[in-house]
């Protein structure tokens, strides 16, 4: 039997948020979103948490759990020992219990324009991309925006501007795409006070970040890239 | 495509100054201490008097070492005050003061150590 601390907090009718105990059975296999879903159907109906896919995909179901931000779903009960905290995510506002307002960083995302720029006509193919070229997409496609990354870094609590780890890395991934043709675009969206220069490389992003991504070393090309069209001129 | 903000500067020649200034300190520093601390320190007590004299016997190129020395130190220290405040500032509007202020006081600094620095060269 596990003791699971859930956040609560509705702002309709609390001040402030407290936390609520709830004795969740052991069972093999168990993440801590069945252990939510547990609390919901046997203990709390009025819980609120945010899920989707329960396969680690969708990025819905990020939380603060036992002091590190992890994937509910993907975050096995039995790896966390008999006293299980959970948190939301910091740095945004708490809508409901472990529901996060993430409005502002959808927000901030679509500025970005995360889709392939390329207005030249399309052959009778898709647009080809050679091996090399696609190998250097490998791991920034792979991010699902939980925003884990963006929870955990120090700036984003700071100024709530930061366009944010996980959003650089976003934009990173189609500055790094050799079929974008919005490269010049790309470096400018980054390079603002809001932008790449408020990273101070705490590497917190790199330390949570469920699929092992590393939004520093995007940050830092994109500082490459910024310093490069400022000194020479080059845009590349 | 519009950018996230639309703040100008964009703040590239501070972080890239930083670095710079941060790693020219390593080598000055290392310089001053290696200098000051283990050379000078092991042929007597370092004081006010033993730094004046050896001041004086090293002429211009000393005191220019000295002066790119507090000129790194000020500017990456300076700089690094309107890092945090920009950090914690949403709108970089209202802090528009700041870095003509940081400037007036980085080189009234700089000028009060190089004129003291200057007070040994002429033999005060």
Same mark, same amino acid.
């Given at each position: 039997?596990?003791?699971?601390? @859930?956040?609560?907090? !509705?702002? %309709? ?12 059975? !052991?069972?093999? #296999? ?14 709390? #109906? ?37 006293? @299980? ?21 959808? %927000?901030?995302?679509?500025? &970005? ?8 006509? &399309?052959?009778?193919? %898709?647009?080809?991309?050679?091996? %090399? ?38 934009? !990173? ?6 079929? !974008? ?13 809001? #932008? @790449? ?40 | 495509?519009?950018? $996230? ?14 670095? /710079?200034?941060?790693?020219?300190? *390593?080598?000055?520093?290392? =310089?001053?201490? /290696? ?5 000078? =320190? ?21 005191? /220019?070492?000295?002066?790119?020395? =507090? ?13 945090? $405040?920009?950090?914690?500032? *949403?709108?970089?509007?209202? *802090? ?7 400037? /007036? $006081? ?15 060269? *002429?033999?005060?």
């Amino acid at each position: 039997m596990a003791t699971v601390s @859930v956040f609560r907090f !509705d702002p %309709e009718l609390d001040e402030r948020g407290y936390f609520d105990d709830f004795h969740v059975p !052991d069972r093999e #296999g168990q993440t801590v979103l069945e252990a939510l879903f547990h609390i919901l159907e046997h203990e709390d #109906g009025s819980i609120g948490f945010r899920y989707a896919c329960r396969g680690a995909v969708c990025g819905s179901c990020a939380m603060h759990i036992n002091g590190r931000y992890r994937l509910s779903c993907a975050t096995q009960m039995a790896d966390l020992g008999d006293k @299980v905290v959970i948190r939301p995510l910091y740095h945004m506002p708490v809508i409901r219990d472990l529901v996060v307002d993430m409005d502002k960083f959808f %927000e901030k995302y679509e500025r &970005l324009r995360p889709w392939l720029v390329n207005e030249t006509p &399309l052959g009778d193919k %898709e647009r080809l991309q050679s091996p %090399e070229d696609r190998a250097k997409l490998d791991k920034l496609v792979d991010c699902i925006l939980c925003a884990c990354c963006q929870a955990s870094c120090p700036f984003t609590q700071t100024d709530p501007e930061y366009i944010g780890p996980a959003l650089l890395l976003k934009l !990173d991934r189609f500055y790094s795409d050799s079929r !974008d043709l919005a490269t010049a675009d790309r470096i400018e969206a980054g390079d603002t006070e809001h #932008g @790449v220069w408020r990273c101070h490389t705490a590497y917190n992003c790199i330390e949570v970040c469920p699929k092992d991504l590393n939004p520093t070393a995007s940050i830092a090309r994109l500082k490459g890239a910024a310093i490069r069209r400022q000194f020479t001129g080059r845009v590349e | 495509m519009a950018s $996230v903000t639309s703040s100008t500067p964009t703040g590239l020649v501070p972080w890239l100054l930083q670095r /710079i200034t941060g790693a020219l300190l *390593v080598i000055w520093i290392a =310089a001053h201490f /290696i200098f000051w601390h283990f050379d000078k =320190a092991s042929e007597g007590q370092l004081d006010f008097a033993m730094v004046s004299g050896t001041a004086l016997t090293r002429g211009a190129g000393g005191y /220019i070492w000295e002066m790119i020395l =507090a000129g790194l130190c000020v500017y990456h220290g300076l700089n690094g005050v309107r890092n945090i $405040v920009y950090d914690y500032v *949403v709108d970089k509007t209202k *802090v528009s003061w700041l870095t003509p202020l940081l400037w /007036i $006081v980085g080189i009234a600094g700089f000028l009060l150590i190089g004129y003291h620095l200057a007070q040994f060269q *002429v033999g005060h």
